[in-house]
């Protein structure tokens, strides 16, 4: 099955510094990505969509400036955290599409990034 | 926004019972998928029914799914201690993007 990876899975930064988490499909094209943030105990709640070659498509609340997205190619989108700080510790988790018409039953789901920041 | 909600929050049954874990959830949906993550995990896909489809069953597993109520609950039988996880419902109602429920957290005793 088509599979999506993530680097790193586990990262420690410094406050005031920038992360950036890679997500990558392995084995298909990924025309569409989505970044997802889990708090400890709790749900997924999407943060962005992100199309190859277009800006990403940003959740109401989420600060584009803080979580830069770039879907470069179509295997690899990244996410950096820019200016990091305790409350963005969190695990982030990204999913990739292989539909052209991005639909969810198409989905395949990275392992995730654990985020401390100090 | 989150769309689903799960019941219960917990449970906690013994190895061999079954689990039944339910996901209501608000608008109209194209699909209702259900994920399994273990503790600082990722997701694992574990099925997914459509809005024109009331039951599905893969392995151990047993969905069902009642648009009328917008509802739907997982069934997992004969359950062992590899079933300990979270266990989320995930609905796709918007376009193509998935909202997630909070999630039940299941504890197979041995």
């Known amino acids: 099955g088509a599979v999506v990876s993530q680097h790193p899975s586990r990262v420690i930064c410094k406050s005031g510094t920038s992360v950036k988490i890679e997500c990558r499909s392995l084995d298909f094209q990924a025309t569409t990505m989505f970044w997802y943030r889990q708090f400890p105990k709790k749900s997924l709640m999407l943060m962005a969509t992100?199309?190859?070659?277009?800006?990403?498509?940003?959740e109401q609340g989420v600060e584009k400036d803080k979580f830069l997205i770039n879907h470069a190619s179509l295997t690899l989108s990244t996410l950096t955290v820019t200016s990091a700080h305790p409350e963005d510790s969190s695990f982030y988790i990204c999913?990739?599409?292989?539909?052209?018409?991005?639909?969810?039953?198409?989905?395949?789901f990275g392992p995730g990034t654990r985020l401390t920041v100090t | 926004s989150q769309q689903g909600e799960e019941d219960p929050q917990a449970l906690s049954i013994q190895e061999g019972e079954n689990a039944t874990m339910n996901c209501s959830y608000k608008t109209s949906i194209n699909n209702l998928q259900w994920y399994r993550q273990n503790s600082g995990r990722g997701l694992v896909h574990l099925i997914l029914i459509r809005s024109n489809e009331r039951e599905k069953h893969s392995g151990r597993l047993r969905v069902t799914l009642d648009t009328s109520k917008k509802s739907s609950s997982l069934l997992i039988t004969a359950s062992r201690a590899a079933d300990t996880a979270s266990y989320f419902c995930a609905t796709d109602a918007r376009d193509y993007k998935l909202s997630f429920g909070a999630g039940t957290t299941v504890t197979v005793r041995a």
């Open positions: 999913s990739a599409t292989t539909g052209t018409s991005g639909r969810s039953d198409e989905q395949y």
């Open positions: 992100s199309n190859e070659g277009s800006k990403a498509t940003y």
